[in-house]
């Protein structure tokens, strides 16, 4: 029978040393593949808005969508942890709305929500959420859903300060319930001071190889999206290529008539006015 991941295999992992694997999805097949692979988490990131959607910033998703795919990707996960990443204003406006909208990222399949930032009414939040049952992965270090106030697309903590400042909001987090933190783009150093001054593990992108896990957008790691590609992107795959090669095939095929074959047809004896026509 299959274990299914929780919340205490993912403490667990930190404390013994095992790596955290963890990959975006967003539709059932590829998620699918994933689980079956062995990732023991699957984040369905607002990533959706760049890599599936075709957007330019995470801003531009809402509630409607990250819950159509949040429930495809449940669908097609049988192991693996599933989160759903709260988007940009979901839960900023009220404590209420926060706590409906990821009620209803829970109720559509995912087994915990991710929240971007750190202050007082992130903090409440979270504590709140975590009392009704919703387990919270916390997100530091460079956030999208702040490009505007954080000042564009950069890495964050290259100084003691800088660190010392991530620090101290992931303990905030870690105090306020999280089970976990993403740290992205971060320098190495900075993030192994983190990831050993915290007991909740930390999932790196772009942070160095001391977190307690990595995540990685699948889009980018299969070769899939072809816009732009950060450094910390290793490429397992050219899926891009597969897909161009298949489809250029599959035009030629139809043009020059070799698709469909005799085998990839249905005939019926009975309709006379087919055959008539053919003869
Ligand atoms: O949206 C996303 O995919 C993410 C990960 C990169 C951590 O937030």
């Known amino acids: 029978m299959i274990k299914k991941v ?16 963890v990959l975006t999805a967003y539709d059932y097949s590829t998620a699918k593949y994933i689980d079956e692979a062995g990732a023991d988490i699957v984040l369905v990131g607002d990533s959706l808005a760049n890599v599936a959607l075709g957007y330019n910033s995470t801003q531009s998703v809402g509630m409607t969508e990250m819950l159509i795919f949040t429930g495809a990707v449940a669908r097609g996960v049988n192991r693996a942890f599933v989160i759903g990443d709260m988007p940009f204003m979901s839960y900023n406006v009220s404590i209420e709305e926060g706590i409906r909208n990821a009620g209803e990222m829970l109720r559509t399949g995912a087994n915990a929500v991710k929240i971007e930032g750190c202050n007082d009414y992130i903090l409440s939040l979270i ?6 049952g919703i387990p919270v992965l916390g997100h530091l270090g460079f956030t999208p859903q702040y490009i505007n106030t ?10 003691d300060e800088g660190v010392d400042l991530i620090l101290s909001q992931a303990k905030l987090l870690e105090k306020a319930g999280v089970f976990g933190i993403v740290l992205e783009m971060v320098p190495e150093e900075g993030a192994k001071y983190i990831t050993e001054n915290i007991s909740v593990p930390t ?6 190889k001391y977190c307690s896990g990595q995540v990685m957008v699948s889009d980018d790691m299969l070769g899939k999206f072809s816009d732009y590609q950060p450094r910390f992107v290793r490429k397992y795959a050219d899926i891009k290529t597969t897909v161009l090669e298949a489809v250029k095939e599959y035009c030629n095929d139809v043009k020059t008539g070799s698709y469909p074959s005799e085998d990839e047809v249905f005939h019926s004896e009975t309709l006379t006015k087919a055959n008539a026509l053919s003869e």
């Open 6 to 21: 929780t919340v205490k295999t993912i403490q667990k992992m930190k404390e013994t040393g095992e790596k955290i694997a």
């Open 127 to 132: 504590k709140r959420l975590t009392d009704s």
């Open 150 to 159: 954080q000042g564009g697309y950069s890495v964050q903590g290259k100084s």
């Open 203 to 208: 999932i790196g992108i772009g942070a160095g």
